[in-house]
């Protein structure tokens, strides 16, 4: 157990619904990052947040998701009108930024299935 | 571009024997380096990171990595694996404050 949480931990869906996220990460770490993991694939980045600025977002992220984080505590990824394609792992990682490659720490990840 | 390959998707291997994981990475990721490894439906967890200093580095669980800058790698190696090593094991490296994976490698451990 990294001390970083994500909920739910499977999520079965079908298309066209909504979904939300939720990541709690150690506390009093800066920064909270957000990953999806596909069958076969490396993590890939989606989006990252320095407490409660979104500082970037990636091309996978289309506009059907969105992440928000708004004390600068926990996060959620929300994706709407969701897609059989959007079934994967979404990881979340934080860490306490000193300045130099900072060790990010895993959640154990929501696995979304959407039917 | 890849930033970071591993050569090997599958590394079969027998129990208590060493093996040796793959990594090579491209000029479009810093030179901090790491290895994570995902047990069967978990999350990931560091088992060690290059920033500078010493080319080899130790790990957790018995886990070993030499930077080679010549050859641009970061292989990943264990003296004599356990069945508990059964996992993924991911290369990555750091890019603009993000970190970039390789696609993973599954290790087997035979008995």
């Known amino acids: 157990d990294t001390g970083v949480s994500q909920d739910p931990r499977h999520k079965i869906t079908k298309r066209g619904q909504n979904v939300t996220f939720r990541c709690d990460p150690i506390?009093?770490?800066?920064?909270l990052y957000w990953y999806r993991q596909t069958l076969g694939q490396g993590p890939e980045f989606l989006t990252y947040?320095?407490?409660?600025?979104?500082?970037?977002k990636s091309r996978l992220l289309s506009d059907r998701f969105s992440a928000e984080r708004p004390k600068g505590s926990f996060s959620t990824l929300e994706i709407q009108r969701t897609e059989q394609g959007d079934s994967a792992m979404y990881l979340c990682?934080?860490?306490?930024?000193?300045?130099?490659?900072?060790?990010?720490?895993f959640g154990p990840g929501t696995r979304l299935t959407v039917l | 571009a890849q930033s970071v390959t591993q050569l090997d998707s599958q590394v079969p291997v027998f129990e208590e024997a060493p093996v040796e994981l793959r990594c090579n990475y491209s000029s479009s990721v810093s030179v901090y380096l790491f290895w994570y490894v995902q047990y069967p439906n978990q999350g990931l967890q560091l088992l060690l990171k290059?920033?500078?200093?010493?080319?080899l580095v130790k790990g957790i669980n018995g886990f070993e990595a030499e930077f080679n800058k010549s050859q641009t790698s970061f292989h990943l190696r264990k003296p004599s694996v356990h069945i508990s090593d059964t996992a993924e094991y991911f290369c990555a490296g750091n890019r603009d404050d993000k970190i970039i994976f390789g696609k993973g490698t599954r290790l087997h451990i035979l008995p």
């Open positions: 947040f320095q407490n409660e600025a979104q500082l970037e």
């Open positions: 990682a934080s860490l306490r930024t000193s300045g130099r490659a900072d060790t990010q720490y």
């Open positions: 290059y920033l500078s200093g010493s080319t």
């Open positions: 506390s009093e770490h800066n920064r």
